[in-house]
């Protein structure tokens, strides 16, 4: 088995930011991110720990603690890829469905359930299933985020038509927790279609994406 592993360690101190808000001002926050990956032949554990300790929060919105933020069981059989727990996500370049870690924008999404992939010579697969899981933390505010249970599916199939160009079919399906009506089922359906050529007139990467979308 091998074992890697990062810690990352953060001060912050807040001042009056001058927003007439006080609920956001004078305080001290110090974050802690554990990253833990243990491989022993075909599996890999991955795990996440993140604690945060909020000194003179100015309102219950700051909470301090540790959280479980990302734990995950990967499974690898040739061309076959199963993930059990906390995975990414992203169907086609991301209109229909992305759940992903960008920190340039503070977004930190998960889906908390499994994904099943295949990766062939010229043919990929992907089929997802969970229930969506962001950071607890919220990345402006730094406020505490519950968990929103909603549930989240989708797949989609790609085929390499060679010349660097692929193309590809995608659906997800999204039923949030939360209902806009009482007692009415509220669901979010996507379906699209996709194109990709790495290498345009060599000029760089181009894709066409064209989604379809109904809400109930």
């Known amino acids: 088995p091998e074992v890697a592993g990062a810690s990352m360690s953060r001060v912050e101190a807040h001042g009056d930011n001058q927003n007439q808000n006080p609920d956001d001002d004078e305080f001290l926050l110090l974050q802690q991110r554990a990253d833990l990956a243990l491989t022993s032949g075909d599996l890999l554990l991955s795990t996440r720990l993140d604690g945060e300790l909020f000194v003179d929060a100015p309102d219950a919105g700051y909470r301090s603690g540790m959280t479980l933020e990302r734990v995950s069981l990967e499974w690898r059989l040739g061309d076959?890829?199963?993930?059990?727990?906390?995975?990414?996500?992203?169907?086609?370049?991301?209109?229909?469905?992305?759940?992903?870690?960008?920190?340039?924008?503070?977004?930190?999404?998960?889906?908390?359930?499994a994904r099943f992939e295949f990766q062939g010579s010229s043919l990929s697969a992907t089929a997802l299933l969970g229930l969506a899981n962001p950071a607890n933390v919220d990345a402006v505010s730094l406020h505490h985020v519950e968990?929103?249970?909603?549930?989240?599916?989708?797949?989609?199939?790609e085929l390499a038509a060679?010349?660097?160009?692929?193309?590809?079919?995608?659906?997800?399906?999204?039923?949030?927790?939360?209902?806009?009506?009482?007692?009415?089922?509220?669901?979010?359906?996507?379906?699209?279609?996709?194109?990709?050529?790495?290498?345009?007139?060599?000029?760089?990467?181009?894709?066409?994406?064209?989604?379809?979308?109904?809400?109930?």
Do not use: C
Not at 83 to 98: F, K, M, N, P, Y
């Open 147 to 157: 968990d929103p249970g909603d549930v989240i599916s989708g797949a989609q199939l």
């Open 162 to 216: 060679g010349s660097g160009v692929g193309v590809g079919v995608l659906t997800s399906m999204v039923l949030p927790r939360e209902r806009l009506l009482p007692g009415a089922q509220d669901w979010t359906l996507t379906s699209g279609a996709f194109v990709e050529v790495k290498d345009l007139l060599g000029l760089g990467h181009a894709s066409l994406e064209v989604d379809v979308q109904q809400r109930s």
């Open 80 to 113: 076959f890829t199963l993930t059990a727990g906390d995975v990414t996500a992203q169907l086609g370049r991301g209109l229909a469905l992305s759940l992903r870690k960008l920190p340039e924008v503070g977004a930190d999404n998960a889906l908390r359930g």
